[in-house]
């Protein structure tokens, strides 16, 4: 099971943390990843991570603004967000899969998601 928190409402170009902890399983078998879906949008990739955290992948559109992590002593992973903007706005997902790709059908194991809401 997966379980995200950590959204809520922020100003444009405030932080958030998102979280995500990952039972019933053995944490170091997955790749992580972060997607998010926005009001009237489909589901876009957003950060992954690799088994042991030895590599990572961003989306363009959040390079250099978000910054996903692992800590695997607490069987979570993070997804830090800087410099946020109106158009962050979204339900935010975590998710784990054998293989760190960019791909949602890679992914087998969805948490329910967490609204994260950037006012302008």
């Known amino acids: 099971q997966l379980q995200a928190s950590g959204g809520g409402l922020v100003q444009a170009g405030g932080s958030l943390r998102l979280s995500c902890v990952v039972s019933g399983g053995v944490f170091s078998s997955y790749a992580m990843a972060w997607f998010r879906q926005g009001p009237g949008k489909e589901r876009e990739f957003l950060a992954t991570?690799?088994?042991?955290?030895?590599?990572?992948l961003y989306e363009d559109a959040v390079k250099g603004r978000f910054t996903i992590s692992r800590d695997s002593a607490k069987n979570t992973v993070h997804l830090q967000m800087n410099s946020l903007k109106p158009e962050d706005t979204a339900v935010y997902y975590c998710a784990a899969g054998y293989v760190a790709t960019a791909e949602e059908s890679d992914y087998s194991d969805w948490g329910q998601g967490t609204l994260v809401t950037v006012s302008s």
């Open positions: 991570i690799s088994r042991r955290g030895g590599s990572t």
